[in-house]
């Protein structure tokens, strides 16, 4: 039961993950990098009384340091920024193209993965992993057709979505360097607090709105009061507690088994589109679904054997 812990956590989060892109929608008039502020300014609020005591306990080296800036720069803001930047493009929309970065993350994972973990893989995960690569992309792809055509932003949208798919399966990599040594409740923590001090001056830079009044010009956006309730639920949910949950997760899974698992994501995402925007499924996607289910859990059975 033990082993089965890892892989059980990484589906959860991956499960919250999914909420994500209808939750940000209600934040579309603030620039990305304002979101990216202040959800990990409130899941840093939030989560310090809870565990401030293991952050002071622990003692970091150099290495480890230089692991979270890493994994700040890349995971907490840049791929960040560029998936909300992306949904942004397509007006929030869920549609094909942003969902690529889901598709594309477990090739930068894996790689990585293999460079600096020195992760072996054995056939039957090769199998598995192959099976749910494909499936995944027939779920958010109906009839294998990639969508170019939904609007100018739609290229553009793409190009920071493969920039995401970059910065968080490389980051998962580094995350597992920096879990073996320390506790995730402090990863979490550091992960935070350097997200928001590395991305305070891109804040300055790039998260001015433009006012008008006697002289036109700009300033900071500030979110509203329903906005930071909606900020304070993504810490609550898709932000700061699916990663506290994902890091937990992460430290028990060999990256390339949990980078697969996370492609939860996209197979809950579709049933949200179909609940919330009653999206009808094609009877290809639905095939497609349960493959990648089936795929899933085959991959969580390797976990017993595969270290």
């Known amino acids: 039961m033990q082993n089965s812990t890892g892989p059980i956590l990484i589906i959860i989060a991956a499960f919250l993950w999914a909420f ?39 003692k970091l080296e150099k290495r480890e340091w230089w692991l979270l800036v890493l994994v700040a720069v890349l995971s907490g ?21 942003v969902f690529l970065l889901q598709k594309l993350q477990p090739i930068f994972a894996i790689t990585t993965a293999r460079i600096f973990l020195k992760e072996k893989l054995d056939s039957r995960y090769i199998k598995w992993a192959l ?11 109906p009839n294998g057709v990639v969508n170019f055509e939904t609007g100018e932003g739609t290229i553009i949208a793409a190009l920071y979505a493969l920039g995401a ?33 590395v991305s305070l001056p891109v ?28 900020l304070a639920l993504i810490a609550l949910s898709t932000g700061m507690v699916a990663l506290l949950i994902y890091y937990k997760g992460l430290a028990r899974t060999p990256v390339h088994i949990s980078t697969i698992l996370e ?45």
């Open 263 to 307: 492609l939860t994501f996209p197979f809950v995402a579709i049933l949200l589109d179909f609940i919330v925007n009653h999206t009808v499924l094609t009877p290809l996607q639905w095939i497609s679904a349960l493959a990648l289910v089936f795929s899933i859990y085959q991959i969580a059975k390797l976990r017993e054997s595969i270290t």
């Open 20 to 58: 994500d892109g209808l939750i940000r929608q209600h934040l579309y008039t603030l620039p990305p990098i304002t979101i990216i502020f202040f959800e990990h300014l409130i899941g840093l609020i939030i989560l310090s009384p809870f565990i401030f005591k293991y952050v002071r306990e622990t």
């Open 131 to 141: 099976l749910a690569l494909v499936s995944a992309y027939f779920v958010t792809f």
């Open 203 to 230: 804040l300055f830079i790039f998260g001015r709105v433009y006012i008008s009044g006697f002289e036109k010009g700009t300033a900071l956006a500030i979110p509203t009061m329903p906005q930071f309730g909606f």
């Open 77 to 97: 803001l840049l791929g960040t920024l560029w998936f909300t930047t992306a949904l942004g493009k397509v007006h929030f929309i869920s549609i094909s193209v």
């Open 165 to 197: 798919a970059f910065a968080w399966g490389s980051s998962t990599t580094f995350s597992k360097m920096l879990l073996g040594r320390v506790r995730a409740e402090v990863s979490t923590f550091y992960r935070f607090l350097f997200t928001i001090i």
